[in-house]
């Protein structure tokens, strides 16, 4: 193994690609810190899980974390503040007796060697409480310690996370937050890999196409406004307006950046200073400002269908991502307004609305009845669509709806262009023999598979010792499955559970809820599945 790491490994981590005078002596520790974990005993159990490259960038990952501190940039602190405001202490996992805000501690860097772990690779989850990680952690505190009074600060780094108070220019705010999730040590691992996976794979499929650099603005630009960190499973936007801190005026303009509304609009008009367009599928009228559109010109007829990603910033929208328009087409009109899915993408719009949680409240109400007033039903898995199907009957009939409402309600819809979905039976036994269906208060019916094992409860007749701990272990890391199925296991099982009574599942107890930010980071923030037709 070549023992030394070289700059442009070093400058990886970093928003600027040209060396800067400061940068060589955080290589110097870099490299200092890839000697101490290759020459102790517990290096081979790191190089079981990262390669010769990974291993440079993980030494530059920890290093990174010591510039940080000393250079005043804010970006490890605001992880810190904000888990010390979601759970009153500063890290999960660790003890924190002798930790001190704002300094080099060994406890961050016994974390920060588990989350690159865990987040660079997902084969193999890594107990953070694993003897290697403490000792490893120990050993570049020392580095750090010798280090730590003739650090230089870099006020290059510094100035890629500030941004002028009144600052008014949405692209200007989306480079900070791009900065933020691509450019930025902390979340090398998470979301610049990631998105790099994805822009790999967009240029293996799409090699040969002329509009391959449209392609891949887009796919950055979607994931900048919709992707979640596995650190607390927060957005982009959010970590900006952290890092910026409290004092900031653009602080609370960061936090309120809309989510990304992409699809197909019909064009209504302009005047001198927005463009009218109103969204196919929900019929939700939009005014997006000129300052953020140069085709406005290109615009000439009434119901010409754009295809166009929005954005508010500052009570206004902004154009963010591609666009392209085409002729009125009155199929793909039809195909948008029954489309459920299209409907979904402007769904966060009502979802202030008090009927959304009155429905809510009124479907898992009936769901208990129709349960035997459980929340939760163990089914097998060919038995699922049907009773999936009753309980929406059922439901439709505690509405009290007169023939003559239900056909004017049929109606409307059809005023609307929604003629219903396609109701083919789902066969969920190709996945698993059983499976459970639930009803989340916050979303609605929820169906999973292959974890009835997590669920000792005596209307589960499905339930195996001998596959409980792998299907807790499912249950938590699957991301597809909600935090509120997880506590419903948890608030209801745990006593009954061997997972939950010894070893390491009882101490993953205590910091539950910043795991399954870590595990479900894209999922975790459950919204509600009703769309309003």
């Known amino acids: ?52 490259k990974n291993i440079n960038i993980f030494s530059c990952f920890l290093t990174s974390y010591f510039e940080d501190l000393i250079s005043e940039t804010n970006i490890w602190n605001s992880f810190i503040r904000v888990h010390k405001r979601l759970y009153k202490k500063q890290l999960p996992f660790y003890i924190l007796n002798d930790y001190y805000e704002e300094k080099i501690n060994h406890q961050d860097i016994s974390f920060l060697i588990w989350y690159f772990l865990n987040t660079v690779q997902e084969e193999k989850f890594i107990s953070p409480f694993n003897d290697f990680i403490v000792e490893t952690a120990e050993k570049i505190m020392d580095v750090f310690d010798k280090a730590w009074e003739n650090a230089p600060k870099n006020e290059h780094l510094k100035s890629f996370y500030q941004i002028d108070e009144n ?46 650099l449209m392609f891949l603005n887009e796919n950055r630009d979607n994931f900048l406004h919709n992707t979640h960190t596995r650190l607390l499973s927060l957005k982009g936007n959010e970590w900006a307006s952290e890092i910026l801190n409290n004092n900031h005026h653009l602080n609370k303009d960061f936090l309120e950046i809309s989510k990304k509304i992409q699809g197909f609009f019909l064009y209504k008009g302009q005047d001198n200073n927005n463009i009218f367009i109103e969204h196919i599928a929900s019929g ?101 669509d ?39 039976k789902k066969d969920f036994s190709k996945v698993s023999e059983t499976g459970l269906v639930f009803f989340n208060p ?70 539950i809820d910043f795991l399954l930010r870590f595990w479900k980071k894209d999922n975790y923030h459950t919204i509600p599945s009703i769309t309003y037709i």
Request: some cysteine; proline content about 2%; hydrophobic content about 35%.
């Open 1 to 52: 193994m070549d023992k030394r790491i070289y700059i442009k490994d070093w400058l990886e981590l970093k928003p600027y690609t040209k060396q800067k005078i400061t940068d060589s002596y955080y290589l110097k520790v870099c490299n200092d810190v890839k000697r101490v974990i290759t020459s102790n005993k517990q290096s081979l159990i790191l190089q079981m899980y990262l390669d010769k």
């Open 284 to 384: 939700k009228k939009f005014n997006l400002t000129k300052k953020s559109f140069d085709h406005s010109a290109t615009l000439k007829e009434v119901d010409t269908i754009l295809f166009i990603g929005i954005i508010r910033w500052k009570n206004e929208w902004w154009f963010s991502g591609v666009f392209f328009q085409q002729p009125f087409n009155a199929d793909l009109i039809l195909d948008e307004k029954n489309s459920i899915e299209s409907k979904m993408v402007a769904n966060f719009l009502d979802y202030h609305k008090k009927e959304t949680e009155d429905m809510l409240k009124m479907q898992l109400s009936a769901f208990k009845d129709f349960n035997n007033g459980s929340q939760i039903a163990f089914l097998p898995s060919e038995k699922i």
């Open 442 to 511: 916050n979303s609605g019916i929820e169906i999973a598979l292959a974890i009835n094992s997590a669920f000792p409860m005596s209307s589960n007749p499905y339930f195996k010792e001998e596959d409980s701990d792998e299907h807790v272990m499912r249950l938590l890391m699957d991301e597809s499955i909600s935090p509120e199925l997880v506590n419903y296991c948890i608030d209801n099982c745990k006593t009954k559970l061997s997972f939950f009574k010894e070893g390491v599942g009882k101490k993953y107890l205590d910091d």
């Open 386 to 424: 049907e009773f999936f199907k009753g309980y929406i009957e059922f439901f439709n009939n505690t509405l009290n709806l007169s023939e003559k409402e239900i056909r004017e309600a049929k109606q409307r819809a059809r005023n609307e262009g929604f003629f219903g979905t396609n109701d083919k």
């Open 167 to 212: 600052e008014k220019n949405f692209y200007i705010a989306r480079n900070l937050i791009d900065t933020v999730l691509f450019k930025t040590y902390l979340f090398y691992p998470d979301t610049l890999l990631k998105l790099q996976e994805r822009e790999l794979e967009l240029i293996k499929n799409r090699k040969d196409d002329k509009n391959l």
